[in-house]
């Protein structure tokens, strides 16, 4: 049973839930990056093993809204993303694997060799993708919306926001910080006083901090801001905290209206560069280190940005004596053999630029 069931019995008597997820992932000691940056007490939790048919953050969220398509019958998914979406691929890999059918609606982002792989593991999975010109902001996820369900005539698809960062698929990460404390309690880890991560449609480190909330620890979270504020804006964030811990108390009063404090979200936007998916310096450099001392890897999209702050904040001694978790949120799984001899004029039309132009460099 998972932690936060254990916890409050009458969240698993009434939240749909399908286990996708090989789960707690490893949490260990960064033991020569560590040493190479001065820093001892430097940990990793790796969420990019979730899945081996797709891994990262966002399988902990499917666990939850698949969850609720299955209860509810539904034979098709349809979700939200740039072109290149963790989310999008992973979404259509999980309900592929469960039976469903998933329509993947994209809005065009920046080029790199990730957003080929991620479209043609969708292919593999049989998702149906939609390309879209992007507008820089949320109302055009709505639109989006709009759009999805008028492609699927007869019964409507089970909708998944973009990023999964409803209430229900929150509930993924409230849980995480509850599967943490039982790898502290194991003795992995001290109590962590910082976990850096990546934010983009906020809800893994909001449900982060609503468990650390509900546990009573200390730590501090630090959510790295990768997208723009037009996307996920302040009152974006306090809104998720709050419909999420409502969510939670109406299903189980046990657990407690907790209020949404802003210095309990201390965003760090100093790290997006120049947007969404434009890799920056300072996470092309992060992404070298983590690769050359650990042989763990990240993205410029997300996970290097969220380990350059953390790198940042070690040097100039913010963390100096206190123990620092890097919660790795990155697919870890290498799926180059299914893919590489596929052909990417099978996926439609709109989307054989992102093949036939260059990509943003990755430094290696
Ligand atoms: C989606 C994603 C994130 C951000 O998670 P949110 O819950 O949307 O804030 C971070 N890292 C990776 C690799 C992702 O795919």
Redesign the pocket.
């Known amino acids: 049973m998972i932690p936060l069931f254990k916890k409050y019995p009458g969240l698993q008597e009434n939240l749909p839930y399908t286990s996708l997820c090989d789960l707690p992932t490893p949490l260990f000691k960064l033991a020569r990056l560590g040493k190479q940056v001065g820093h001892n007490d430097f940990y990793i939790k790796q969420d990019g093993l979730t899945s081996k048919r797709y891994g990262?953050?966002?399988i902990r969220k499917l666990e939850f809204l698949l969850g609720e398509a299955i209860k509810n019958e539904y034979k098709r998914v349809v979700t939200y993303g740039f072109t290149g979406s963790?989310?999008a691929t992973a979404t259509a890999v999980h309900a592929d694997f469960l039976g469903m059918q998933s329509i993947s609606m994209l809005a065009a982002q920046e080029n790199a060799d990730y957003v080929r792989t991620n479209l043609l593991i969708s292919k593999t999975a049989n998702a149906e993708i939609h390309l879209y010109k992007t507008r820089k902001n949320r109302d055009f996820w709505n639109r989006m919306l709009l759009l999805g369900t008028r492609l699927l005539p007869g019964k409507s698809p089970y909708v998944i926001p973009s990023?999964?960062?409803s209430p229900l698929g929150i509930t993924g990460f409230v849980n995480a910080a509850f599967e943490l404390k039982t790898q502290m309690d194991a003795g992995l880890i001290p109590e962590p006083d910082a976990i850096y991560?990546?934010?983009?449609?906020?809800?893994?480190?909001v449900g982060l901090l609503i468990g650390i909330q509900l546990l009573g620890l200390k730590t501090k979270i630090i959510p790295v801001r990768?997208i723009e504020t037009s996307f996920t804006s302040e009152e974006r964030i306090r809104s998720a905290y709050e419909d999420t811990i409502l969510f939670l108390h109406e299903i189980d009063p046990a657990i407690p209206l907790l209020n949404y404090n802003r210095d309990d979200f201390p965003v760090n936007d100093q790290y997006l560069g120049k947007g969404y998916a434009k890799f920056t310096a300072e996470g092309m450099a992060a992404i070298t280190l983590l690769k050359e001392t650990e042989g763990i890897l990240l993205?410029g999209?997300?996970?290097g940005k969220a380990m350059a702050a953390l790198l940042d904040d070690i040097k100039a001694g913010k963390m100096n004596g206190k123990v620092a978790l890097f919660w790795n949120?990155?697919?870890a799984y290498d799926f180059q053999d299914q893919i590489k001899n596929m052909d990417y004029k099978t996926l439609p039309n709109k989307l054989h630029r992102y093949f036939e132009t260059e990509v943003q460099k990755v430094t290696d």
Not at 197 to 205: E, F, K, N, R
């Open positions: 990262g953050n966002k963790n989310h990023g999964g960062s991560v990546a934010m983009g449609s906020a809800g893994t480190a990768v993205d999209t997300y996970t949120t990155l697919n």
